[in-house]
């Protein structure tokens, strides 16, 4: 089993849609979570940090749920422009740093 | 400064070559880190540095490649022997001390082993 999973997609979805992506990991150790976008050949951009609280930022929210070890990310009214792909990340800290990144979900929004 | 950056951009070799990767972070980061990423894929931990000391590495990062950071700014990540499999994007990344901080990415060094 992956230490970080997502659902490859691609998820294909009409402008002005509401898409959600999850990703489960397998330490539960695990300390931080962030939700990355990766244009195609171009390098990962961090989109957003996720924490236990849940956080938005405009059309974005991530979630965090600890006991099922489980990140989500919901993306609200969606542009041609959110097409990309979306990295979950983790970071434990115990017994050495790692930083784990999934496979990416590959998003594409249609007009 | 404006961000991460890596060069050269793109390197084709022979395979049996050697190459040399350099990553420059930004200025106010004392944590580097590289990565390898193939098609389809999300990137792979090789290795991170704290300022100058190298902090972890991975399994993947076999005996021919070895990376450094020998005044805690800049970054070189050498591969010996290169091998086709070694075909894959290098990412450098650099990050502020604290937990929790993301990491802000280069664009990138892609490499071909012909």
């Known amino acids: 089993r992956k230490e970080v999973e997502q659902d490859p997609g691609p998820f294909n979805v009409p402008e002005g849609a509401t898409v959600a992506f999850n990703c489960t990991y397998s330490?539960?150790?695990?300390?931080?979570f962030f939700w990355y976008r990766q244009d195609c050949r171009k390098e990962p951009k961090l989109l957003m940090s996720v924490y236990s609280s849940g956080n938005e930022d405009g059309r974005f929210t991530a979630q965090l749920n600890r006991a099922s070890q489980y990140i989500s990310l919901l993306i609200r009214d969606s542009k041609l422009s959110d097409s990309a792909t979306y990295l979950c990340?983790?970071?434990?800290?115990?017994?050495?740093?790692?930083?784990?990144f999934g496979a990416g979900t590959r998003l594409f929004v249609k007009a | 400064d404006t961000g991460v950056s890596q060069d050269p951009r793109h390197k084709i070799t022979k395979r049996g070559q050697n190459v040399t990767f350099r990553c420059d972070p930004i200025s106010e980061h004392n944590r580097l880190y590289w990565y390898r990423q193939t098609l389809g894929q999300g990137p792979e931990f090789l290795t991170y540095?704290?300022?100058?000391?190298?902090?972890?590495k991975s399994r993947l990062l076999s005996d021919r490649f070895s990376a450094e950071r020998p005044k805690g700014s800049f970054s070189t990540l050498e591969i010996q022997r290169t091998e086709q499999g070694d075909s894959a994007m290098y990412l450098c990344?650099?990050?502020?001390?604290?937990?929790?901080?993301?990491?802000?990415f280069g664009s990138g060094t892609r490499l071909t082993v012909v």
């Open positions: 540095f704290q300022n100058e000391a190298q902090l972890e």
């Open positions: 330490n539960s150790a695990s300390q931080s």
């Open positions: 990340v983790v970071t434990s800290y115990t017994g050495g740093f790692k930083t784990i």
């Open positions: 990344a650099s990050s502020a001390d604290g937990q929790g901080n993301g990491y802000t």
